[in-house]
């Protein structure tokens, strides 16, 4: 059973919007922090938004705040990543990640994110 596995990505248009999701499974997601990556082609992975484990604290890219949202559904298991006025630049393959806590780090490696899906292909065309 995979623990994190991710969905909703595809092929959309300049100025459209994607709702990523993400399903956790096989260890107590709702008392871990939680976070979205992406990786473009030929670029390193680049941090886009995290939350803390109850949804109170949250944290975004210069590159995507205000056009992007992070929450999540404990009772689902869930996180959630709503991508709106979508830009070629947002074109990468997304990842979701959980820590090893309830917080998330700013300043630490990846955030402090530890466990990491297989992610989805978004691609935003002009």
């Known amino acids: 059973q995979v623990p994190l596995v991710e969905s909703g990505g595809g092929l959309v248009r300049v100025g459209g919007s994607l709702r990523l999701s993400c399903v956790a499974s096989g260890f107590n997601f709702n008392l871990l922090a939680a976070a979205w990556f992406r990786q473009a082609p030929g670029k390193e992975r680049e941090f886009v938004a995290a939350i803390n484990w109850g949804g109170g604290s949250k944290y975004y890219a210069d590159s995507v705040n205000g056009r992007f949202s992070i929450w999540r559904e404990n009772t689902k298991n869930s996180l959630y990543l709503q991508m709106d006025r979508l830009r070629p630049e947002d074109t990468a393959g997304y990842y979701c990640?959980?820590?090893?806590?309830?917080?998330?780090?700013?300043?630490?490696?990846?955030?402090?994110?530890?466990?990491w899906g297989k992610g989805t292909l978004v691609t935003v065309s002009a």
């Open positions: 990640a959980t820590g090893k806590g309830s917080s998330y780090y700013p300043g630490a490696v990846d955030y402090g994110m530890v466990s």
